[in-house]
């Protein structure tokens, strides 16, 4: 089958004895926007760390359109980490979007990018550095650098904290445009910000993070 799927997923930490998931299931196709809902420490980052591929389950598997998600990381999948600070390592604003969509799409993509970060009111920002971002142009710019080139899977760690009203439309639009495009698109957010969450995204699944499982809406 196409798309994403999670089978039986279990996680810990190496050296920790408990475990973080602890047996789910999900299943993601073209189009489809997932929400995550959990209380801090929940398990949602690593929940997307490991459907980017970029923690291994202990147990269970995530494929991506059939293979191997570790396989495919970078590839066919873009990720907007928690704390965007954690994600940036090229030393302008511009590369940050460029180089993951040369990755993806081996074109050029200096164009695209540059209309990108107009979109997001970043393209004035496009030489600087990008540790010199102020605190929301920082997660617009790792929302940028996720959905460059349209990749096959779309994880947004927490899109909307610490972004002000008129920032989240354009990042719910932008996540709109990218499921509309054929992505699938994996948002999480804390549970505590849900309504607000929900009415900007409108999601086609939500799932709650408790005690290691999804417990439903
Ligand atoms: N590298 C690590 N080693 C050991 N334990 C970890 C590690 N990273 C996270 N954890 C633990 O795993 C659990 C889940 O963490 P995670 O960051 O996935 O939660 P979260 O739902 O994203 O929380 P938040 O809402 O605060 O972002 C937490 O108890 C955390 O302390
Ligand atoms: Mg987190």
């Known amino acids: 089958m196409q798309g994403l799927i999670v089978r039986d997923l279990w996680f810990k930490y190496p050296g920790s004895r408990k475990f973080v998931l602890c047996?789910?299931?999900?299943?993601?196709?073209?189009?489809?926007?997932v929400l995550v809902l959990g209380r801090n420490g929940s398990g949602k980052s690593t929940l997307l760390k490991i459907l980017a591929g970029v923690l291994e389950p202990s147990r269970g598997e995530v494929l991506i359109d059939q293979v191997r998600a570790s396989k495919v990381a970078g590839k066919l999948t873009g990720m907007?980490?928690?704390?965007?600070?954690?994600?940036?390592?090229?030393?302008t604003v511009l590369e940050e979007v460029v180089v993951p969509l040369r990755i993806r799409s081996g074109g050029k993509g200096r164009k695209y990018a540059l209309r990108l970060l107009r979109r997001l009111g970043l393209e004035g920002l496009a030489g600087r550095p990008p540790y010199t971002l102020s605190s929301g142009e920082a997660r617009l710019l790792t929302i940028a650098a996720a959905v460059a080139g349209r990749p096959r899977l779309v994880l947004l760690d927490e899109p909307?904290?610490?972004?002000?009203?008129?920032?989240?439309?354009?990042i719910a639009e932008i996540i709109r445009e990218t499921a509309l495009s054929g992505s699938m698109v994996v948002v999480t957010s804390l549970l505590a910000a849900r309504e607000a969450v929900e009415r900007l995204l409108n999601p086609s699944q939500r799932h709650k993070l408790e005690d290691g499982r999804l417990v439903g809406p």
């Open 80 to 91: 907007a980490l928690q704390d965007p600070m954690h994600q940036f390592s090229f030393t």
């Open 23 to 33: 047996g789910l299931d999900m299943k993601v196709t073209s189009g489809e926007v």
């Open 160 to 170: 909307f904290t610490g972004v002000d009203p008129y920032q989240a439309l354009i």
